[in-house]
Every structure is written in structure tokens, then in C-alpha cells.
């Protein structure tokens, strides 16, 4: 048990999905799990273990932002020994290429900023999710027939953004789109020696304003989570 986790020893998987929002974290482990059951509920950030095709299988709520899920990381690799960190989430497209309902799977993570920053000072850290994750979660994806795009985006530390200047930056050099995780967990995972990466539904797109409404988000994030399964025990 941590300050965060209201787990005990052996309640977490080595594996550990991560959706921000805790009643998507109850949704997936509710949908794709079996023997599920509730690890933790402090501060309402839900957690649950359960098994996939065998495999036991956290899902472990992390909140808006990299601060919020740099809390939940650090307990989950220094007090819970996980290994696998995958992020499940939503983001904004930033190409024309890239469409409401696509998959993207974040190769690297640019930011302005995460809680790493006071120990990288001058670096300019560029974080990566682990290989091996990063192609099973293609093939998988490929398999399903799933819309996918592999590439960099961006993890904002603002979700009310009032920087079209670098917004613009971005699209210019191919950013795919943005969230508020990634960059963070890519770092943690690097500094303690652990597999992650970014499993993403485009739900909204910066460029054309189209969104998802909330009545259809919960089918069409079925297929990341599904993926991000797959890739983590293909």
C-alpha cells in the first residue's frame, strides 16, 4: 500500500494499463478482463486486476497530465515492481492524414515540459516507447484492421492551449497528435529500466474541429485497449 495505492503486495500485475480517466479504467477492466476485481479507490482513481487470455492485468487510473501520472508510475514501478506501462488514452489529431477513430501508436513524445525536467536541466531528453512493445502493438493493430498511424506527438503540460504559434510548429514537423501522458511515462520507464508506450484513439482533431461525442467514445476506444492487450502478450 502507498500513499496513492490502496493496494497490497501481489494486488498489481506486472502489466499495467493506464487510462487517465478512473470510470474508463472500470469500463476496460469490466469489458476485457475476467476475475476482476477492485485494487484500489483512493481519491476515487480506480484501480483493477483481472486476467486477459490468462494473463494477469492491472488497469490503474492516472489522471489529467504528466504530474498526476508521474505519481501513479513511480508507486506502481518502486512499490508494485510493475514492468509493462501502457498508456490508454485519448488525443487530438494535428495531421490530415490522421482521423477521428484512428489508432496512434507514440513512437517518441516531444513536450515542453514534465516533472523529469529538473533532472535532465539543459538536456533535451527525447523519451521512446520500448520496441518490442511498439511492434506488437502495429501488428496487432494491422491485424484487426484498424486505422493506425506510428509516429511522434506531443504531450502538452495545458489543455487549454493559447499557443497556435507552436501549435503550428508541430504540424509542420509531423507531429501526429497531442495528449497530456506520454512523455512523462516514456521518461520513468527509461530511468527504471521498464517497457512502455502510448496506445492512442484519436477522439478530436485540432485541424478540422470534428469530435467524437461522448455517447460514441466508449465503443471506439475498443480497439486501442484491445491492442495494447495484444501488444503486451502477443
Given amino acids: 500500500m502507498t500513499i496513492h495505492i490502496g493496494a497490497d503486495p501481489g494486488d498489481i500485475a506486472e502489466t499495467v494499463l493506464m487510462p487517465g480517466d478512473p470510470l474508463r479504467a472500470k469500463w476496460a477492466a469490466e469489458t476485457f478482463l475476467e476475475n476482476t476485481v477492485c485494487i484500489n479507490e483512493v481519491r476515487g482513481m480506480l484501480g483493477f486486476t483481472g486476467t486477459w487470455k490468462g494473463n494477469r492485468v492491472t488497469i490503474q487510473g492516472s489522471g489529467m497530465g504528466m504530474p498526476s501520472l508521474s505519481i501513479y508510475v513511480n508507486e506502481l514501478i518502486k512499490d508494485f515492481n510493475a514492468q509493462t ?6 488525443a487530438g489529431g494535428m495531421q490530415d492524414k490522421v482521423k477521428v477513430r484512428d489508432v496512434v501508436l507514440a513512437m517518441t513524445a516531444s513536450t515542453l515540459s514534465t516533472p523529469s525536467r529538473g533532472i535532465f536541466k539543459e538536456l533535451n531528453y527525447a523519451p521512446c516507447a520500448d520496441f518490442d512493445l511498439l511492434m506488437a502493438a502495429y501488428n496487432a493493430a494491422q491485424s484487426k484492421g484498424s486505422p493506425t498511424h506510428v509516429g511522434g506527438i506531443y504531450s502538452s503540460d495545458v489543455f487549454y492551449d493559447e499557443r497556435p504559434d507552436l501549435n503550428e510548429q508541430m504540424v509542420r514537423h509531423g507531429i501526429l497528435g497531442v495528449e497530456m501522458e506520454a512523455a512523462e511515462l516514456y521518461n520513468l520507464a527509461a530511468r527504471h529500466g521498464r517497457r512502455a508506450l502510448a496506445v492512442l484513439t484519436i477522439s478530436d482533431h485540432l485541424l ?26 502477443p
Fill in 85 to 90: 506501462l501502457i498508456r490508454i488514452g485519448s
Fill in 208 to 233: 478540422t474541429g470534428e469530435a467524437l461525442p461522448s455517447s460514441e467514445r466508449q465503443s471506439s476506444f475498443s480497439d486501442m485497449v484491445e491492442i495494447a492487450l495484444e501488444a503486451a502478450f
